[in-house]
């Protein structure tokens, strides 16, 4: 149980150009996602937190018309980065919290590789 | 069998105590492991890399086993502050950050 999903792994794209990331919970309601990036050999950094049905929450020195974020169910959760360039180029990891545990556990997904050229 | 698995927990433990857990992996080829540490809605931080002869940072060790694909974290005099929950991650990939795997990570509850 407990299975989170990306879609896509890994995606390339031009200068310029959306991405849209999914994140989904397969087998649980993800009342709570969360957006993370990674740059390589460093730890994750959050880049916002998204309740189903409510904006997100952006953490200080993340642009939110950059990188917009959908939680319009509580299965999926969407991360758009709108006119990608190559700086934006990352490891991008979503978790899912079902909320209300005892743990408040966070599962994590795969991860998505953007590469832009 | 998923890639990485770990006991859920929770591990209640008395302060002062000693504890361990393990996480296993199914990837032969996995490179490099690494546990995590993250404290309750709060963003995973990263505690340790694991090396295959095994490493330890104060009262933290960590060790590899390849033949038998699981690492282990063992924490001795163990604090109140030691409660959170610990990931095990795997790097399958040529390094920098692609290819991590998470576990579902162990809570641990260290108790007065």
Redesign the interface.
Known sequence: GAVVSQHPSRVICKSGTSVKIECRSLDFQATTMFWYRQFPKKSLMLMATSNEGSKATYEQGVEKDKFLINHASLTLSTLTVTSAHPEDSSFYICSASSDGGLTDTQYFGPGTRLTVL | RKEVEQD???FNVPEGATVAFNCTYSNSASQSFFW?R?D???????LMSVYSSGNEDGRFTAQLNRASQYISLLIRDSKLSDSA?Y?CVVLNSG????????G??T?LIIQP
């Open positions: 859920p927990g929770p995590y993250q309750c809605r709060k963003e995973p931080k990263l929950t990931l390094g920098g950050a692609d290819g991590l795997t998470f579902k990570g809570h």
